[in-house]
């Protein structure tokens, strides 16, 4: 398997030159009439839209994402525009826009230049490169008939104007090359600033070279220093801040596990897996977000992967996430993993994956199925019960230390009243905590420490108080 996610299909993170068709989504016929009419005006007549993306209804699923940051390109069309040519030198020089409200509210100069008479051009992905809440707009135009090399050209978008942030050379050609299907993107050095790869023919030794592209604060360029994928292809997946609230209702069929995740708003990534650490076999997933998946998966892991640009952003909450469960509540830990893609990775062994995500991930406490333990006694699950308590007052689960002396007295006498067969006011002790419980609930007890008590003192009273 790769190391991408534990459980779920493996996502197509590269498309190829008008693989995607989605591009048209959206695009009436009229509609690019419009807007070749309003290109020829400014460019003449020779000039065509190549390609159009309507932002609001383009969205991809798999492949390169086309999302609209901070809501800057709702009701807008990007599109690539190319003149027609003889074949001969000098060849036209391209143009990229945005068309919104019936007219053109940006278009580039025709600075676009080319090698090759054959050439064609689409809008590749739509999203945030920097990491800063603007939007940036990768265009590829594609050169040559039989081997096809892109030339990737970029637009930052702030909402009210645009700027080309790529290097290109005196001949107008951008330096940001790649052949067909090669181009991605990673976040190589865990900064939240995303570099662009690409592999570029090398004619004379006859291979391809892989390259990296970075940011450098001002444009995207080929660099000396720019960060290169890891050796042992595990990218950094731990620059953000996760934070995962659990609450639990008890059903006929068990437990409902139903975990809220917020990625904080200074996290430098995106999260887009959550793991739950898993301590029984008997684990069924009820609901996920849109676009993301469930599983049991491996090893000692549970959880949930995106399937497609729905990962949290930094900021962002989502509670659609639960699981149901026979499993009692208990303390356990929690893996987030930021959005970064593992897709060159080649297969790797599962143990190499499992302790990568333990070291390689925001981690933190939570409340997930355990397995009731061999208990053999009453007695033996007090102190189970007494380490919740102790463990929910230092994770801020129980908020006033009076409350958990109060609980922690209340197992000490029912452990007292066991020990002498006692079993009647063992009982009527624990009734109290039940009833303490529903009352603490909406003050001094967290959704956590709440599950924990009520429900294994429950289970107690139920399945191991002598009767």
Known sequence: MRNRSLFLSIQLLLVTSGSTGLSQSGVSDQLRQTIDAKVAERLGPMYKTT??????????????????????????????????????????????????????????????????????????SIGDLLNDSKAEIVTTWWEGNLNPLATCWIIRWDGQSGRVINDYDQSNRSVILAEEGTLRTADLN??????????????WAQRDIATTYSWNGQKYGRRANSPQPPKDGFLRRNNLTVNVRTSVTKTDSGYIFMYTVTNAS??????????IERRTQNWICLKSPESWMCGPGARALAGWSTIGSRSIRPGYTDSNFSALSRGLPAI????????????????????????????????????????????????????????????????????????????TNYFITVRSRLQQA?????????????????????????????????YNTEYLIAQLLPH
């Open 266 to 275: 200074n996290s430098r990534q995106r999260n887009d897996e959550l793991y």
């Open 190 to 203: 865990g900064d939240g600033v995303l570099e662009l790869l690409g592999t570029v023919p090398d004619y």
């Open 51 to 124: 390609d159009i993306v309507n932002v609001d209804t383009s969205s991809r699923t798999f492949g390169w994402m086309i999302e609209n940051p901070s809501n800057l390109l709702s009701h807008c069309f990007i599109f690539t525009a190319d003149g027609t040519n003889d074949g001969e030198p000098p060849f036209p020089k391209g143009a990229m826009g945005i068309f919104r409200d019936g007219e053109i509210v940006w278009m580039s100069d025709t600075l676009i230049g080319s090698m090759e008479s054959a050439r064609s051009a689409e809008i590749f």
């Open 332 to 407: 356990v830990h929690f893996f987030a993993q930021g959005e970064n893609d593992n897709s060159e990775s080649a297969e790797i062994d599962l143990d190499l994956w499992y302790q990568n995500v333990l070291v390689n991930s925001c981690q933190g406490n939570s409340v997930g199925p355990q397995d009731p333990l061999n208990h053999t006694s009453a007695l033996a699950f007090i102190d189970t019960l007494l380490s919740f308590v102790a463990r929910s007052r230092s994770l801020g689960w129980i908020t006033d230390q009076r409350i958990a002396d109060k609980y």
């Open 422 to 454: 006692d079993t009647w006011d063992a009982n009527k002790a624990l009734q109290s905590v039940l009833a303490q419980a529903n009352l603490d609930s909406s003050s001094a007890l967290t959704s956590e420490a709440y599950a924990l008590i009520r």
